[in-house]
């Protein structure tokens, strides 16, 4: 019987010690990134996309970003890699816009720009 209460005293003690570490689901959860694959009709991957932080940026793009949008918050970024070309979608926002570009280390394209709403 007194095996049987340690035991019991062990698996619970054991099971609470981990049932609040938030360091370790925090650090689970910034590996893990669901990455969205896309294929032609055979079945072969033509790109995939992910997405990434802003500090994941190249600094090229960095550098883009910050000359062509100076006062603009990045909001989010997807990232796109077909055949090894990695392109960056990037949600912008001011306080009275967004703005939604597509750059590369040698392009930068303005997709939509809409204000919004009072």
């Keep these: 019987m007194k095996t049987l209460t340690i035991l019991i005293a062990l698996v619970t003690f054991s099971a609470s010690v981990f049932a609040n570490n938030t360091s370790v689901n925090e650090s689970a959860k910034k590996a893990v990134k669901a990455v969205t694959h896309y294929v032609d009709d055979n079945g072969n991957e033509v790109a995939t996309s992910r997405y990434i932080s802003d500090a994941e940026l190249p600094?090229?793009?960095?550098?883009?970003?910050?000359?062509?949008?100076?006062?603009?918050?990045?909001?989010?970024?997807?990232?796109?890699?077909?055949?090894?070309?990695?392109?960056?979608?990037?949600?912008?926002?001011?306080?009275?816009?967004?703005?939604?570009?597509?750059?590369?280390?040698?392009?930068?394209?303005?997709?939509?720009?809409?204000?919004?709403a009072n």
């Design 59 to 116: 600094l090229s793009v960095i550098k883009k970003l910050m000359k062509k949008c100076p006062d603009q918050n990045i909001l989010s970024v997807r990232e796109f890699d077909a055949a090894g070309d990695k392109t960056y979608v990037v949600t912008l926002e001011t306080g009275t816009a967004f703005q939604v570009v597509k750059v590369s280390s040698s392009t930068f394209k303005t997709l939509q720009a809409f204000n919004k």
